[in-house]
């Protein structure tokens, strides 16, 4: 069974790294983080939101089918956040970016990650666990037509020898 995905804005959320947050209100050059930025980066999000909800089911489909793992969650929490310097799985974060299709292959990364079984994660590399995630979005990547040329990490899978009819779990297990 695929989770929900619930894609939030938290101002608090936000609010935890905001550059301003620690800056005395005299110094400060901009508001500290606030529910009306909240409002304005939902905003900013509708096209990115709009994008993912068409192709939700799918793309979590497809990061099941393509790691051979089953779903462990239920229900996933997505925060879009303008203040986080890079997004994160735990708990999901996504920095916004201006580009939507930029943004649906960050979260399918994320996603990769959730999918994963945590103590697979644990005893792997860092390399690894990324190289992995890479190459499960690549793959969905490509099956879901998002055109991603300018991700950088795609780079590292060069070398990576999981056959494409062949699952993450598949290929872990040889």
């Known amino acids: 069974m695929i989770p929900a995905i619930s894609l939030k804005i938290s101002w608090v959320h936000n609010l ?27 905003d ?3 096209s990115f939101i709009t994008q993912f909800e068409v192709c939700r089911d799918r793309i979590l489909s ?33 920095k916004f970016r ?15 990650h959730r999918n994963i079984p945590a103590d697979l994660q644990e005893n ?13 979005t690549k793959e969905v990547c490509d099956e879901i037509g998002l055109v991603c040329c300018d991700y950088p990490y795609f780079e590292n ?6 056959e494409k009819s062949q699952t993450l779990k598949e290929f872990i297990e040889d």
């Open 157 to 162: 899978i060069t070398g990576f020898k999981k």
């Open 124 to 136: 792997a590399s860092d390399s690894e666990r990324e190289m992995w995630a890479d190459a499960i």
């Open 62 to 94: 497809l990061i099941e089918k393509r790691t051979g793992f089953d779903w462990q969650e239920k229900e996933i929490d997505v925060y879009i956040s303008d203040t986080v310097p890079n997004s994160y799985e735990e708990p999901l974060t996504l």
């Open 44 to 46: 900013k999000s509708r």
């Open 98 to 112: 201006d580009n939507a299709d930029e943004m649906i292959l960050v979260l399918i990364h994320e996603l990769v």
């Open 16 to 42: 935890m790294f905001d550059k301003n947050r620690y800056i005395p209100k005299k110094e400060r050059l901009e508001e500290k983080y606030n529910p009306e930025k909240g409002k304005a980066l939902l």
